[in-house]
């Protein structure tokens, strides 16, 4: 079985930045559905547990610099305001759309701008190369 690839160190900083984010968000879904326990359905507290949960596993998989988990947050992060705003669970459901939609951002600047880096700006400079 092959070993955890791992993301590149340059990205680093970027993840680091995005992981705080998305700890905030944590906190304050968790803080939200601790306070407003007695308000919400059995099937709308399923839904912010089951979140909480993919989340915590999502971030400590990504702190453990794994290279698949941070290539799986772009689809977490579409999904779960999704079923967020399917469940119908209103005001909440938009502020946490609005939350994953910002990291998502902030993911994908973090992502872009590593590989921008990574090569050179001037795109002739690699076609009259030598080999």
């Known amino acids: 079985m092959k070993t955890q690839q791992s993301y590149h ?16 968000i944590l906190v304050s879904t968790g803080l939200a559905m601790l306070l407003g326990i007695f ?10 547990a089951v979140t909480l949960v993919i989340m915590v596993i999502q971030l400590s998989l990504i702190f453990g610099k794994s290279k698949m988990a941070l290539a799986m947050e772009g689809p977490r992060l579409l999904v779960f305001p999704m079923m967020w705003l399917a469940a119908g669970m209103g005001e909440a459901a938009f ?3 609005i939350c994953c ?8 600047d973090a992502v872009r701008f590593s590989n921008l880096r990574r090569y050179p700006r001037n795109r002739h400079y690699i076609l009259n190369q030598r080999i």
Do not use: D
Not at 101 to 108: C, R
């Open 9 to 24: 160190p340059k990205l680093y900083k970027a993840v680091l930045r995005y992981m705080i984010i998305q700890l905030m």
């Open 39 to 48: 308000e919400l359905t059995p099937f709308h507290q399923g839904v912010a």
């Open 95 to 97: 502020i946490y759309a």
């Open 101 to 108: 939609v910002s990291s998502l951002i902030i993911l994908m």
